[in-house]
């Protein structure tokens, strides 16, 4: 028994959602490396079968259900198989997991897998464990030091996390509990630690992170503004990136980066949801189309070529056709370069849920109208882009022989053939054609390399 102890294990981690459960799924693959896991890609020779999930919609949720009913054989070929529910639907359904799926063997929050390991000694003597109460301690305060052995030369830094508007829709604000700032050393130590494996780009990460005010040398809460300046100090950092922000909490200062800092990517995701004052009312939103309208034209003051993005939903409860077309007249006034638009879905416990609701059939026709014309004034921006020289990071290598593909200063995925640079290099590219998820382009120099 204590020999296989010793042993490496093999953990197998699925990640569902938003960049913030890719950023916590890669701290749990630190915490259970120190216990002694290593990666595999395949739940059949797995020791630990981890699902991270997402409760956002109502989709989301059920394919865990499905996801875990696949398992049934693996495990009754293993009975040592542990199998466990991070993230969202962790936290949100908890014990339920186990009634409906008897194969889990642990439930575990968004706010409490730094606990892994004392789980894994319950789990290791056959209890069942459910872990989703909001600690006291901040989990960040816990973690390991980032496994170096990282390819990748982008990462995602989580400063913020937490949510205290609650939009009427969202389960966040349940799911992943209050707004919390991490402290701005920690923040800075970590980005160093990133950049010392390889790392370029980093994208700060919040579900509200623009209402950064994590504590900072002076003891003082810091704006994200303020974060922003001091983690361009780091060299070898090259680009900064910040995820997902409310309209809300774009301040002045934040806007005069964008215009100002270099190291800050002309790129800003700004979710607006609705077009329709009456449905943002409904949704909680505390801003007006006009007042979102006017923000937006404050940042493109202050840095003109940024590319806008956002989140739309669409058949929130009462929204008629009206309402539809105000978001529709929203989006041609605003011009988004990418965009997510999802129809609404109804969450246990929010107060939309309980409002009358639009007709399937309905969402589905607006959410193809929305997509429609989203889609077209993507390809719009992308072929903007034909003819331009814009700086490239590069990712990975494509699946052509020779080819390299990275991403632009505008988020955009940029294809690029004969392409003889290592990973991490930041070079010029000229666009020279655009397909539907991506550009094509050529090394426009080979001065920059490096
Ligand atoms: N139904 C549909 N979309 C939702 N979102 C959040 N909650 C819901 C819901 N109940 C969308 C919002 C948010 C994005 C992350 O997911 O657009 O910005
Ligand atoms: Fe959800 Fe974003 Fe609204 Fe917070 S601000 S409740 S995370 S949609």
Same mark, same amino acid.
């Given at each position: 028994?204590?020999?296989?102890?010793? +042993?490496?294990?093999?953990?197998?981690?699925?990640?569902?959602?938003?960049?913030?459960?890719?950023?916590?799924?890669?701290?749990?693959?630190?915490?259970?490396?120190? $216990?002694?896991?290593?990666?595999?890609?395949?739940?059949?020779?797995?020791?630990?079968?981890?699902?991270?999930?997402?409760?956002?919609? &109502?989709?989301?949720? &059920?394919?865990?259900?499905? &996801?875990?009913?696949?398992?049934?054989? %693996?495990?009754?070929?293993?009975?040592?198989?542990?199998?466990? !529910?991070?993230?969202? !639907?962790?936290?949100? +359904?908890?014990?339920?997991?186990?009634? *409906?799926? =008897?194969?889990?063997?642990?439930?575990?929050?968004?706010?409490?897998?730094?606990?892994?390991?004392?789980?894994?000694?319950?789990?290791?003597?056959? @209890?069942?464990?459910?872990?989703?109460?909001?600690?006291?301690?901040?989990?960040?305060?816990?973690?390991?030091?980032?496994?170096?052995?990282?390819?990748? #030369?982008?990462?995602?830094?989580?400063?913020?996390?937490?949510?205290?508007?609650?939009?009427?829709?969202? !389960?966040?604000?349940?799911? *992943?509990?209050?707004? #919390?700032? *991490?402290?701005?050393?920690?923040?800075? $130590?970590?980005?160093?630690?990133? #950049?010392? /494996?390889?790392?370029?780009?980093?994208?700060?990460?919040? $579900?509200?992170?623009?209402?950064?005010?994590?504590?900072?040398?002076?003891? /003082?809460?810091?704006?994200?503004?303020?974060?922003?300046?001091?983690?361009? &100090?780091?060299?070898?950092?090259?680009?900064?990136?910040?995820?997902?922000?409310?309209?809300?909490?774009?301040?002045?200062?934040?806007?005069?980066?964008?215009? +100002?800092?270099?190291?800050?990517?002309?790129?800003?995701?700004?979710?607006?949801?609705?077009?329709?004052?009456?449905?943002?009312?409904?949704?909680?939103?505390?801003?007006?189309?006009?007042?979102?309208?006017?923000?937006?034209?404050?940042?493109?003051?202050?840095? =003109?070529?940024?590319?806008?993005?956002?989140?739309?939903? !669409?058949?929130?409860?009462?929204?008629?056709?009206?309402?539809?077309?105000?978001?529709?007249?929203?989006?041609?006034?605003?011009?988004?370069?990418?965009?997510?638009?999802?129809?609404?879905?109804?969450?246990?416990?929010? =107060?939309?849920?309980?409002?009358? $609701?639009?007709? @399937?059939?309905?969402?589905?026709?607006?959410?193809?109208?929305?997509?429609?014309?989203?889609?077209?004034?993507?390809?719009?921006?992308?072929?903007?882009?034909?003819?331009?020289?814009?700086?490239?990071?590069?990712?990975?290598?494509?699946?052509?022989?020779?080819?390299?593909?990275?991403?632009?200063?505008?988020?955009?995925?940029?294809?690029?053939?004969?392409?003889?640079?290592?990973?991490?290099?930041?070079?010029?590219?000229? %666009?020279?054609?655009?397909?539907?998820?991506?550009?094509?382009?050529?090394?426009?120099?080979?001065?920059?390399?490096?």
């Amino acid at each position: 028994m204590r020999d296989r102890m010793k +042993e490496l294990k093999k953990l197998f981690l699925k990640t569902y959602g938003c960049q913030m459960n890719v950023y916590d799924s890669e701290r749990m693959t630190d915490i259970m490396g120190n $216990q002694g896991y290593t990666m595999t890609d395949s739940p059949d020779d797995a020791d630990m079968i981890l699902l991270n999930t997402c409760h956002i919609r &109502e989709k989301a949720a &059920e394919k865990i259900y499905s &996801e875990l009913g696949r398992y049934r054989d %693996i495990k009754s070929k293993n009975s040592d198989l542990k199998i466990g !529910v991070a993230g969202c !639907v962790a936290q949100a +359904e908890g014990v339920e997991i186990m009634a *409906r799926q =008897p194969l889990v063997d642990f439930v575990v929050g968004p706010q409490t897998y730094h606990r892994l390991p004392e789980m894994l000694e319950k789990l290791n003597v056959g @209890e069942k464990v459910v872990a989703t109460e909001f600690p006291v301690e901040s989990k960040f305060a816990h973690f390991p030091k980032r496994l170096d052995d990282r390819t990748n #030369v982008t990462a995602f830094l989580t400063v913020q996390e937490g949510c205290d508007k609650f939009c009427t829709f969202c !389960v966040v604000p349940y799911t *992943r509990g209050a707004e #919390v700032s *991490r402290p701005v050393t920690r923040v800075v $130590q970590e980005a160093r630690e990133l #950049v010392g /494996q390889g790392v370029r780009e980093i994208t700060l990460l919040g $579900q509200n992170v623009n209402a950064y005010n994590g504590p900072g040398s002076d003891g /003082q809460g810091w704006s994200l503004a303020k974060l922003i300046w001091t983690l361009s &100090e780091i060299d070898g950092l090259d680009r900064i990136r910040f995820t997902t922000s409310h309209p809300n909490d774009m301040s002045d200062e934040l806007i005069e980066t964008h215009g +100002e800092c270099k190291k800050l990517m002309p790129y800003l995701h700004l979710p607006v949801q609705a077009g329709s004052d009456k449905i943002l009312k409904r949704m909680n939103r505390q801003y007006t189309a006009e007042s979102y309208i006017r923000l937006i034209e404050k940042i493109r003051s202050a840095r =003109p070529d940024i590319l806008i993005s956002g989140d739309f939903i !669409v058949g929130f409860p009462e929204e008629d056709e009206s309402d539809f077309q105000a978001t529709l007249d929203l989006v041609e006034e605003v011009g988004y370069g990418f965009a997510y638009s999802f129809k609404y879905s109804a969450r246990p416990g929010t =107060p939309a849920a309980e409002r009358m $609701q639009v007709s @399937e059939d309905v969402k589905s026709d607006r959410l193809q109208r929305l997509q429609s014309l989203l889609t077209t004034q993507q390809k719009a921006a992308q072929s903007m882009m034909v003819g331009r020289v814009v700086d490239v990071l590069f990712e990975r290598a494509g699946s052509l022989a020779g080819q390299m593909v990275g991403k632009s200063d505008y988020l955009q995925a940029v294809h690029v053939a004969n392409c003889d640079v290592p990973l991490g290099t930041i070079a010029p590219v000229e %666009i020279i054609d655009t397909h539907s998820h991506s550009l094509a382009g050529v090394l426009a120099s080979s001065s920059h390399q490096g």
